[in-house]
């Protein structure tokens, strides 16, 4: 059980150029600043891995924070992550700060709830953002096809995935698959996008990705 920070000390040299000591610099204490906080906690029954990321003057995200949280369950076979993500900005606002946040959940376990003959859920997860946009990465070599956020006045988006398999042995065949949609501040449907990632012979990870 642990954990680690990131701290900057800003401070400045300050000329003295008349008065008494005329000629003499001297520091000048501006401001301390912490960029995240790392905890962790690996334990025999369960791993635990969460940050907190503060966010202060960024060029795109503005002042804000963004946290992160994920847990691994040995027996049973669980794993949970978690997202929360609030700030504002005036990226791509013409210089007018907004408000912004987005919010994530999902969790994978083994052995799964069937649904259908020789086939069962094995996660589920969702999330909602508002005046966040999202873009998709497509998958690369271990990672999978994922979208990736920004701050944009306007939007409203959402998403739900599923992780189905086969039983009793997820291992024959294995997918994850989601929906994402997207509404503009008028209420109408902007994007719709579908993404998924399918396994043969391959084990079902139970942390989350």
């Not at 979208?147 to 006045?153: D, E, G, I, L």
């Amino acid at each position: 059980i642990g954990g680690q920070t990131t701290m900057a000390v800003e401070v400045a040299i300050e000329d003295n150029p008349g008065g008494s000591g005329a000629g003499k610099f001297k520091p000048q204490y501006i401001g301390t600043g912490i960029d995240a906080i790392s905890i962790y906690a690996h334990l025999p029954a369960v791993t635990i891995d969460g940050t907190l990321e503060f966010r202060n003057d960024h060029p795109v995200y503005g002042n804000g924070f963004k946290g992160t949280l994920e847990a691994s369950f040995k027996t049973p076979s669980i794993g949970i992550s978690a997202l929360a993500e609030f700030g504002n900005t005036s990226y791509l606002n013409n210089g007018e700060t907004y408000r912004y946040w987005r919010v994530e959940a999902a969790a994978k376990f083994t052995p799964g709830l069937p649904f259908l003959p020789g086939i069962a859920f094995n996660g589920f997860g969702g999330g909602a953002c508002k005046n966040m946009e999202g873009s998709l990465v497509a998958s690369s070599g271990n990672t999978p096809a994922h979208y990736t956020f920004s701050p944009k006045k306007g939007n409203l988006s959402f998403k739900v995935e599923a992780t189905i398999a086969t039983t009793p042995e997820p291992d024959a065949f294995n997918a994850d698959v989601g929906l994402n949609g997207q509404f503009s501040s008028s209420g109408g449907l902007i994007n719709i996008g579908f993404t998924g990632d399918f396994y043969i012979g391959g084990p079902i990870t139970p942390q989350p990705e």
